[in-house]
């Protein structure tokens, strides 16, 4: 009898815990039908936040809202791919599955601009949303980064052509697409010219260093022209006078109201005139003729760097410190977007590197009044207000600072502000000297959003433009 009972108490006490565990499996499988899917999710956020916020937005700036395809893991961190230096906004961390949006305020336009993250709870259905200026970031893996993926029919769940877009595509066809290019945001030009061959020689020390420095700044190859008489990397062609005149022409072609260009050439030379020797084919270059070249490029700003004797002589300056405007080739013609670096004055020579007990630079190489400038985007110190840049000011003083033949009296560089401040001109293009809300050519946007429009750019135009 006693037996019997505990047997029917294990039972009951089996039956129990199978009947729970059947419920906790019944609740799972009903939590897990319960995740909010893909096409919900992208309603509750279209309803929630994606209508009222174009109802206030700015409709010239369009809106395009992408998803992240699948459902991201608990814990998952999400926050901005970069931020200002010194701010840092606290991340959203998920506590169940979620899905991920990101609504681009200014589709079209080169980042950074405004965003905004909406992280929806897949199970909660709770909506967090974060501002921000750049794409985002999940647990340390960068999304939505790329162009050709926030252009991807899949992912896009709501879009509003900017309305400049649209006139632009409604206008391409009435005006000369070439003029497209125009509206381009600040881009970074380089023309560098190893004008001797002289192996070893410091001006191909010069124009090796100013490459890397430019490469380092971020400017790509097809933005640099670098003619040598050398088969150094990143050279373009021999440095004919031909070239020169090439690359100047590349260039003027290409540039806009809003960039930044640099004119480096280092060589021998004499007054107002500049050699230009391959070694096998000699020649050179007069100050007036490099002008007028030099003239047929639009931009913001123009950094004239030229490592030369008596190079003072472009730009009329001398030892004493006497300066005749008349004698400025570089400027007689009123240009007033231009600083110049030259490495001697009218009548002084300059050298390559001196080193001494007086030298207060001896690790440095090349030309010793050119190459201060080069090596003060690697030095700390050269960066004398702290802002993490070195401005062409700073790097001209410190190469000034730094060049013992000055010091001992034997040179004299010189430098020439027309119309800039060299305190403020950078060789590469900065956040907030922004021109346009398309950093690319406006045909290319065009292309990559409306591939049903034809620009009717020709084949030749077309490849010179998105160079």
């Known amino acids: 009898m006693i037996a019997t009972i505990i047997l029917s108490s294990l039972l009951f006490q089996a039956i129990g815990v199978m009947a729970i565990e059947e419920m906790q499996i019944a609740s799972e499988q009903m939590s897990s039908k319960m995740i909010l899917n893909k096409a919900d999710a992208s309603a509750l956020v279209q309803d ?21 395809d699948v459902t991201l893991p608990e814990g998952t961190k999400v926050e901005p791919a970069y931020e200002a230096a010194g ?21 079209g336009a080169h980042f950074a601009h405004p965003v905004k993250y909406v992280v929806v709870d897949a199970k909660t259905k709770e909506l967090q949303v974060m501002e921000a200026e750049w794409w985002p970031k999940v647990s340390g893996r960068q999304v939505f980064e790329k162009e050709d993926i926030r252009a991807d029919p899949s992912l896009i769940v709501f879009y509003k052509e900017p309305v400049m877009l649209q006139k632009a595509v409604s206008s391409a066809r009435m005006i000369n697409p070439n003029l497209l290019a125009l509206t381009a945001q600040c881009e970074s030009w380089a023309v560098i010219v190893c004008g001797f061959n002289d192996l070893p020689d410091t001006f191909d020390e010069d124009t090796n260093g100013i490459y890397n420095v430019l490469k380092g ?21 021999v440095n004919t006078v031909a070239s020169v005149q090439w690359a100047i022409s590349e260039v003027a072609a290409q540039s806009g109201d809003n960039d930044k260009v640099l004119f480096f050439y280092s060589s021998h030379g004499g007054v107002d005139y500049l050699v230009c020797d391959t070694g ?28 030369a004797c008596h190079s003072g002589s472009l730009i009329g300056k001398y030892k004493n410190g006497n300066y005749l405007p008349a004698e400025s080739d570089l400027t007689v013609d009123g240009e007033s977007n231009r600083v110049i ?81 060299r305190a403020i001109v950078y060789h590469q293009c900065l956040d907030s000297q922004a021109g346009s809300k398309f950093k690319k050519p406006l045909y290319e946007v065009v292309e990559r959003i409306r591939p049903d429009v034809d620009l009717g750019v020709n084949p030749k135009m077309q490849a010179t433009l998105k160079r």
């Open 217 to 237: 700044l971020g400017l790509d190859d097809d933005h640099i022209y670098y003619l040598s008489p050398h088969a150094d990397a990143g050279v373009d062609r």
């Open 280 to 307: 096998t084919i000699a020649g050179g270059i007069w100050a007036s003729d490099l002008d007028n070249w030099l003239d047929a490029i639009t931009c913001k700003e123009m950094s004239i760097i030229v490592e």
């Open 87 to 107: 701010m840092k906004t606290a991340p959203i961390v998920s506590k169940n599955p979620i899905w991920l949006f990101m609504i681009d305020e200014m589709p």
């Open 341 to 421: 670096f030259t490495s001697a004055s009218t009548d002084t020579s300059s050298y390559a590197d001196v080193d001494g007990p007086d030298d207060p630079n001896p690790s440095d190489s090349g030309s010793e009044s050119i190459y201060g400038y080069i090596m003060a985007f690697s030095e700390s110190s050269a960066d004398t207000n702290g802002d993490g840049k070195v401005s062409f000011g700073e790097a001209q003083q410190y190469a000034w600072d730094n060049d013992v033949t000055r010091l001992r009296g034997d040179n004299m560089p010189q430098m020439l502000q027309a119309g800039l401040d």
């Open 48 to 68: 929630s936040v994606i209508n009222p916020l174009w109802e206030a937005a700015d409709k010239e700036n369009g809106l395009k809202v992408l998803q992240y």
